[in-house]
């Protein structure tokens, strides 16, 4: 007997729910048809389905995009980054207390306390005619950031082999949920064979007809929902092999329009809007935004990252605020319009003369134009660079706090984390650092304001 199985899977939807309804409409409806034909299906997703910046998922702390998922009668999901870190302990711990499907993540437990009961390695799934489908997940491995949120990560390649390992003589079919990236997918294939598919995500890759490596099929739907994954398998239970495996991913705008699909996105918007408008506090004057110069409000938010972290000085982008800080009642919605990126602060120690190097690599003239996309930013253009508490003088000499520096001193530079991952100012990557988590920028900014204004 041969028997046709069908997996539905999406990834780094990242709260973006403009194709939602068409998608999952699509989805539910080739699912129906399938059953007819007496092929089974599934529907995963591959991590990042949630996203701070989104005003609706910021309300619900992620709990709305269980939700979806629920409603949209998901299987098997596993988390991506945007769960993982920037979640704090309890909200992550309690994400998935009202999870119709599985969530599985191998390489991911508490530092201290019990597991939630959510969480799992793997998960064993069964069709109406016996065939047995191990489906292992793990997420990318952002150890520092786990580890300040009382949780150990450790290995994503090898725990995944591990279970594999552990399971493969049960089951007859093994799919891998990886929020890993392009290449480590590329090296699990050549190091794990006996995996059949392994699902992609982190890295926003789009394979519209998979790729095949060491006779393992990866996939890879891009972002932010713009397509669809249907894997098909052919399973043959005479050899209990898979002779088949094919994928295809479906570009959603040239999928059918649903009546009032864009209802949802006004919907989840006003739900978030209401659930934020609670007043955190009062300013007395108008604090305005300019992404190519200072402004009133960076020198505020600089004031509240030096008062937070007790550092020498700080730098960050001036394109991070997206709106004017008004006067009179200012209220979480309003915090989270200007503020809406799922970044913390870091505290970075480094020489005066590292100091100074990273002042002049600040100057980029091609950086404030620049658009950026992922890192956390979820503004438009990346906008001037912006230091406080240390500038060059005429001599060209480091002034700090006014002062010329001291090259071989170490100072403490409060950034954004964002800038550790060596893209823009590599020697950060590997220098002493400390993040502060769960706190985002914004709430560091109502903090300050709150207590000393």
Not at 33 to 39: D, H, S
Not at 152 to 178: A, F, G, Q, R, Y
Not at 256 to 282: C, M, R, S, Y
Not at 331 to 354: A, F, K, M, Q
Request: hydrophobic share 40%.
């Amino acid at each position: 007997m041969l028997e046709n199985i069908h997996i539905f899977h999406t990834n780094d939807i990242h709260s973006h729910f403009e194709y939602w309804v068409r998608m999952q409409h699509f989805i539910k409806e080739q699912r129906v048809q399938y059953a007819k034909l007496g092929e089974p299906s599934f529907l995963f997703d591959i991590g990042d389905h949630l996203d701070r910046s989104n005003i609706y998922t910021e309300a619900t702390v992620g709990k709305g995009n269980v939700k979806l998922l629920n409603e949209a009668q998901y299987d098997v999901v596993t988390i991506g980054n945007n769960e993982g870190i920037t979640l704090s302990f309890d909200d992550l711990y309690n994400l998935y207390n009202d999870a119709d499907f599985d969530v599985v993540v191998a390489n991911l437990k508490p530092i201290e306390g019990e597991q939630p009961k959510w969480l799992k390695p793997y998960t064993i799934l069964q069709t109406k005619y016996g065939t047995k489908i191990g489906v292992v997940g793990a997420t990318a491995i952002f150890e520092a950031f786990y580890k300040a949120l009382n949780w150990h990560v450790v290995d994503p390649k090898e725990k995944i082999i591990e279970v594999v390992n552990e399971i493969k003589d049960e089951v007859d079919i093994i799919l891998c949920l990886s929020h890993l990236g392009i290449t480590e997918d590329e090296l699990l294939a050549n190091l794990c064979p006996s995996i059949d598919v392994i699902f992609g995500a982190h890295t926003h890759h789009l394979f519209e007809q998979g790729k095949v490596i060491n006779n393992v099929l990866l996939t890879g739907c891009g972002k932010f929902g713009l397509y669809t994954g249907h894997l098909s398998l052919q399973f043959d239970h005479t050899t209990r092999k898979v002779i088949q495996k094919k994928e295809i991913a479906i570009e959603n705008a040239m999928l059918p329009e649903v009546n009032g699909e864009g209802d949802l996105i006004t919907k989840l918007a006003e739900q978030g809007k209401q659930l934020l408008k609670t007043p955190v506090f009062e300013t007395t004057k108008f604090y305005n935004k300019e992404w190519f110069h200072y402004s009133a409000l960076s020198k505020l938010f600089a004031e509240a990252m030096l008062d937070f972290t007790q550092a020498d000085c700080t730098m960050f982008n001036a394109g991070i605020f997206l709106d004017h800080l008004k006067k009179g009642t200012i209220t979480n919605y309003d915090i989270h319009r200007i503020l809406p990126h799922p970044i913390n602060v870091c505290v970075i120690e480094l020489s005066g003369n590292e100091l100074k190097e990273v002042y002049l690599q600040a100057q980029n003239e091609e950086w404030p134009l620049l658009e950026l996309k992922g890192l956390g930013f979820r503004g438009t253009i990346f906008g001037k660079m912006l230091t406080y508490q240390f500038k060059m003088n005429e001599n060209r000499e480091l002034m700090i706090n006014g002062k010329i520096a001291d090259l071989n001193q170490q100072y403490k530079l409060a950034t954004l984390d964002m800038f550790t991952f060596g893209y823009f100012f590599p020697n950060f990557k590997y220098a002493k650092k400390h993040y502060y988590l769960p706190m985002f920028l914004r709430d560091i900014l109502v903090g300050f304001v709150k207590n000393k204004m």
